[in-house]
């Protein structure tokens, strides 16, 4: 992506357990400028609009919090690194247990976020709209037959890289059109954001990891989900569909609930839809994950002192600017 990043190397003994990217940006500490970390993340506004969520450490199965704190222990007692804020951006809530058992305080930048999800395999076999409100259940069915009119619900996957690639820009053209009409311009207004997704299908195909979807009534597209497969999960990132006037037209809902059946029958475990609380996803969700936006740091008498000043700063500058303000 550009910008200056450290890799993160995790061992035991000559295996390699654990790995991670940070990158790093200049954050202002009082007066002075000193440097950030960002897990997985550049540090840079515009490159991370990418947005992660459940980031941790890339680990093997069964290393994720003794890698964890084996890369926090190094944060807290470097010296080299002891000005050095740690961005942590959409974690579990675990990560603040292993900051404090590493002496690390922790401050958080954001509300916490629910993350919908549903999972798979609690769902009766049957029916996996059971688990639904009766509200949410009439919706869906309403939906279904609606489409079904047009003819049978179908929801295929891109066969290779090169057709992922088409679909995503049939699916970039109509999450675009949805949010022009909101006035916005949508997740694909800054190229880079696209270029990253571009690369990460070319490159993650055959591993599985991108799995683009296509929802259709007979030969009428209803539109496309864009998700991540990783170790039994699946994460909804990205959509665009084909919304109609009429209410009955659910394109988002009907598109779910093919997929939940089709991961579902798959044998994957979870269903996520990521942060937000959208009526789609508490009317298909069994459950909620929470994520945070938090900064560790190790505690110092400078770093008081400096944040104690800074804090004065902004209090003395208030009745100035309010005296402007009224002028």
């Known amino acids: 992506m550009g910008p200056r990043a450290l890799l993160v190397r995790v061992t035991n003994g000559d295996q390699t357990v654990g790995l991670g990217l940070l990158g790093i940006s200049r954050k202002r500490f009082f007066f002075a400028r000193h440097p950030a970390l960002h897990l997985n993340e550049t540090g840079d506004p515009q490159h991370d609009r990418i947005m992660i969520e459940y980031n941790g450490l890339l680990t093997l199965p069964g290393w994720e919090e003794r890698a964890g704190e084996a890369f926090l222990a190094t944060l807290a007692n470097d010296t080299s690194l002891k000005w050095r804020d740690l961005h942590l951006s959409g974690v579990s809530d675990q990560w603040c247990g292993l900051c404090q058992r590493q002496g690390l305080k922790t401050r958080l930048l954001r509300t916490p976020q629910d993350c919908p999800t549903t999972m798979l395999q609690t769902l009766p076999e049957g029916d996996p709209m059971a688990a639904m409100s009766s509200n949410s259940r009439q919706q869906v069915r309403r939906s279904l037959r609606y ?11 891109a066969a290779d890289a090169a057709q992922a690639l088409e679909w995503l820009n049939a699916l970039e053209e109509l999450h675009t059109e949805s949010w022009r009409r909101r006035g916005v311009g949508g997740a694909f207004s800054d190229p880079a954001f696209k270029a990253f997704h571009q690369t990460l299908i070319s490159t993650g195909f055959t591993e599985g990891v991108p799995d683009i979807l296509r929802a259709q009534a007979g030969d009428s597209v209803l539109g496309y989900l864009y998700n991540l497969r990783w170790r039994g999960i699946a994460y909804t990132y990205q959509s665009g569909f084909c ?21 579902r029958d798959e044998g994957m475990s979870d269903y996520r839809f990521l942060a937000g609380n959208a009526r789609y996803k508490l009317s298909l969700a069994t459950g909620t994950d929470s994520l945070l936006w938090m900064v560790a740091y190790r505690p110092s008498l400078v770093r008081w002192l400096a944040e104690t000043a800074s804090r004065a700063v902004k209090v003395l500058r208030r009745p100035q600017e309010g005296v402007k303000n009224h002028r």
């Open 243 to 263: 919304f109609e006037q009429d209410p009955q037209a659910r394109p988002g809902l009907v598109a779910h609930v093919l997929a939940i059946r089709r991961y």
């Open 147 to 157: 489409y079904e009119r047009r003819g049978s619900l179908s929801l295929d996957r």
